[in-house]
Every structure is written in C-alpha cells, then in structure tokens.
C-alpha cells in the first residue's frame, strides 16, 4: 500500500480566484501555509496527488495549452520548495459537459486508482467545495473541508448524513489534524 494524500488544488493549495479560472502562471499563489503544509506530507511519507476541475478548458474560457503553463508554473514552484506532486489528474471537460471525471463524479479518483495502491478507508481527499467531499466519499475516501477558496461559502452546503471527518481553517491546518488523527489511530 502506499500513503497517497489526495489535495484539490484551486481554493486549497493556492489561491482560487472566486469567479474566474488560473490562466495565466502570474496568477498561481499558494495559499498562506500551504507550503509548509505539503512538506508535512511530504515528510511523514505521503505522495501528494492532485485532483482538479478545470472545466473552463472544456467551456472555451482559457485554453488547454494555458492550463499546462500554470501546471508547470506550479511544478516548478513546488520543486523550488522541495516539493513535487507525485501525480495531478485534471478534469478539462466543460461543466456542462456530462463527463465521468468532473467531481463530485469519481472519475479523476478511478484513474489514480489505477496508477497507485491505496486503502480507501484510510486515504484522504482534502477540498474546499461540497462538490469535493462528495467525491471522496462516493469513492469511499476520508474527507476533509478547508474553508479557504470557496470554502466559506460552501460549509453550509456538505450533506449532514455524510460529513467530511475533518473541517478544518486551511490546508496546514488540515495537515494537522489529519496526521494527529492517522498517528493515534495506529
Ligand atoms: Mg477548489
Ligand atoms: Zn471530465
């Protein structure tokens, strides 16, 4: 089994511009104690994976090609800090497209599924969208809700009955809590 820590990026890793999509690599800033964040990952043996929509390729907002850019602009910030996302599985299909992969779909999870070797009741998906906790949670995941991006707005929107296991102020926050949790429950 390998320890994977699946991460959304927009709204979690850096900043979301509310309304509007990262198209250009000037654009791309790590949310305050992202960095240190993944280095805790990072230094308790997890493989950072990202999972992301960026449906406004697929809806003819910025084009795919801009979309690698900030990919790689974000790639070789994480490499300056002595960080690497082990994989990043975008979603590039329009919102209104019907694909598998948009969460809350799985899709993007079913790939990593494939190329990695994980237990789901023990693997987290951090997120800051209900769209991303449901995700996780229809494939079988551990969740957690940060309330940065979109993350203020969306709380009032998690589903009651199916909670994510941890909310949490921001990513390092949920770093935290997440290896507090998995550290006790060994
Ligand atoms: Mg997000
Ligand atoms: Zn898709």
Redesign the pocket.
Known sequence: MEKIIFV?????INV?LIGDYIKHPDEFRFEPGAVQALHMFRDGGYKIVII??QAGVGDGIFTEAAMWKVHRHMESLLKKEGLAAWKTYYCLHGKEAGCGCRKPETGLFEQAARDFTFDRKTTFFI???AS?TNAGKRFGLKTAFVRT???ANEEKLLDPKNPPEIKAANLLEAARQILTRISHHQ
């Not at 959304?8 to 979690?12: A, L, S």
Request: overall charge negative; hydrophobic content about 5%.
């Open positions: 959304d990026r927009d709204g979690v979301d992301s929509n997120g800051d969208k991303d991006g979109h993350g």
